[in-house]
């Protein structure tokens, strides 16, 4: 599919979604989880702002009929970045802390340069090498932190929030090439409708007992509210779109200023500890997304290739 025409304000405006107010929704999250079962909450979640969105589309008069192998790309890529990389991530926030779980989810990035190697023969630069080594060592300094392993359930949370990180890596390496509905709104959407009925019949067959909005606390229903306008029609919305825009491991980024934004918050509003070592390892990360991005050359590597430095 051919990219979509770029617009400067709305890739910054989306990167600012995915960067800050995603940053944000871990904290929603870890505040719901708290009362509500993890797959009825992200099922609720979703299947509202899906609906939602074919109501703005249907009043914008955006078209919404795709065809059928569209359909099947949105629901796979729903399943790849909601129904499991979204779901079970709301999942293990029981175990982990919120900016822990957003500290370990911004290995991302090394995994999508990993899988576009592998899976797409692409290079990757001596720079991103760098930035590479940089994000593992800083994942290996926050997961190596007795206080927090040693807690009930931490080791399986980390596991699974590590392979969530996996299977949002590789749908955007699909999103990127997929037959998908041409409108990246409706394209939310269908993911986001079709994934929301999915975990919803997970939460029935996982036994998950519901409850009505009735009954939930107030910090609960905002939490909620946020995720719904903001987590996900907002947010996902301008992911999809960045995704069809520039390159996956670009977009991928935002995973290591989410954590940043993560752990402020969880600290702020829930009193969730900073360690040195947590800190240390954000620096290193975010470090690494520098090497990551960046266009320049490393010295020694230009002199040994023989070609000249840019300037």
């Known amino acids: ?16 979604a995915i960067y800050f107010i995603w940053g944000s929704t871990y904290l929603w999250n870890k505040i719901a989880v708290t009362e509500l079962p993890a ?34 790309n949105t629901f796979f890529a729903g399943f790849l970045f909601l129904t499991f990389g979204n779901g079970v991530v709301v999942w293990a926030l029981k175990y982990v802390d919120s900016g822990f779980a957003a500290l370990e989810v911004s290995s991302q990035p090394l995994v999508v340069l990993l ?22 060592t800083g994942i290996f300094i926050l997961v190596g932190q007795q206080e927090i392993i040693a807690q009930e359930g931490a080791i399986l949370g980390m596991v699974l929030i590590f392979i969530c990180m996996l299977s949002w890596s590789y749908g955007s390496l699909f999103v990127g090439k997929a037959d998908l509905p041409a409108n990246f709104f409706v394209n939310t959407g269908y993911q986001m409708l079709s994934s929301g009925l999915s975990l919803l019949l997970i939460s029935t067959l996982f036994g998950e007992t519901w409850s009505s909005p009735t009954q939930w606390s107030t910090p609960v229903i905002w939490s909620m509210l ?24 670009k977009v991928a980024t935002s995973s290591y200023v989410n954590p940043i934004i993560a752990m402020i918050l969880g600290w702020y509003f829930l009193n ?4 040195l070592q947590s800190a240390i390892a954000s620096v290193i990360l975010l470090t690494g997304v520098y090497f990551i991005n960046t266009k320049k050359s490393l010295t020694i590597f230009s002199r040994f290739s023989g070609k000249r430095i840019p300037k």
């Open 1 to 16: 599919m051919a990219k979509m025409q770029r617009n400067t304000v709305l890739v910054v405006l989306s990167f600012f």
């Open 39 to 72: 797959f009825m909450l992200a099922g609720i979640r979703f299947v509202i702002a899906g609906s939602l969105i074919f109501i703005i589309s249907k009043i914008l008069g955006l078209p919404l009929k795709i065809t059928k192998k569209q359909f099947k």
């Open 115 to 136: 899988m576009m190697r592998v899976l797409q023969g692409k290079k990757i630069q001596p720079m991103s090498v760098i930035g590479v080594i940089l994000g593992i």
């Open 226 to 249: 946020l995720l719904i306008i903001f987590g996900s029609i907002v947010t996902f919305t301008a992911f999809n779109y960045l995704l069809r825009i520039v390159s996956p491991e």
């Open 272 to 275: 969730e500890a900073i360690t």
